[in-house]
């Protein structure tokens, strides 16, 4: 992997990764809000730096109805770089609430 560490002010020094504006915001809010998790596939053998993507259920339809992400629908997602760390939090919510 190249390095590409972001700094992040959670969780300091870590690897990029790459969540919707609705993912986070509802990651953030307390008490959390389910809205899904999409995530997209990556090459575990492979890994390249943001290859760590997800986005929420209601991105998941302008993706499918844009037959992928185009300019449009990704300002809508609002797609930002969290760290690693945060990722796998805001990850951890959803499936909490998801059972
Ligand atoms: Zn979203
Ligand atoms: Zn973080």
Request: proline share 4%; with cysteine.
């Amino acid at each position: 992997m190249r390095d590409q560490r972001i700094k992040c002010n959670t969780h300091g020094v870590s690897f990029p990764a790459i969540a919707c504006r609705h993912l986070r915001e509802a990651g953030l809010s307390s008490p959390a809000v389910y809205v899904g998790w999409v995530q997209a596939e990556f090459d575990p053998n492979n890994r390249e730096p943001g290859d760590l993507m997800a986005w929420c259920n209601e991105c998941d339809k302008t993706y499918e109805s844009g037959g992928g992400w185009n300019e449009d629908n990704e300002i809508s997602a609002g797609f930002r770089v969290v760290c690693e760390q945060c990722f796998h939090e805001l990850f951890s919510a959803q499936q909490q609430l998801r059972s």
